[in-house]
């Protein structure tokens, strides 16, 4: 069974930065995706970023140029470094690890933007 536990969430001011880490455990294979969403307050959960087990990056037309995703293989964990961070980034972040027949989901962690 594979546990997903992130951390790393708050508040901060517009302008700020935080990074969330998410460690993976159980049979993971650095070969699956791992990723972030996010699900804002009253609107449905979307992509933030991903990235292969190969360090292949895909983002969010509107997290472009502010966050930066990486993994560490060797211990199974990802990260969201997020910068320049606006009000319409608050939201409930999930770390998502994906095979080719599974998928599983972290519970959560808080970010809220807010002066």
């Known amino acids: 069974q594979v546990q997903l536990v992130e951390s790393g969430g708050g508040l901060v001011q517009p302008g700020g930065s935080l990074r969330l880490s998410c460690a993976a455990s159980?049979?993971?294979?650095?070969?699956?995706?791992m990723g972030w969403y996010r699900q804002a307050p009253g609107k449905e959960r979307e992509l933030a970023a991903t990235?292969?087990?190969?360090?292949?990056?895909n983002y969010a037309d509107s997290v472009k140029g502010r966050f930066t995703i990486s993994r560490d293989n060797a211990k199974n964990t990802v990260f969201l470094q997020m910068n320049s961070l606006k009000p319409e980034d608050t939201a409930v972040y999930y770390c998502?690890?994906?095979?080719?027949?599974?998928?599983?989901w972290g519970k959560g962690t808080l970010v809220t933007v807010s002066s």
């Open positions: 159980g049979s993971i294979q650095s070969s699956m995706v």
């Open positions: 990235i292969t087990g190969s360090g292949s990056r």
């Open positions: 998502n690890v994906r095979g080719r027949i599974v998928n599983y």
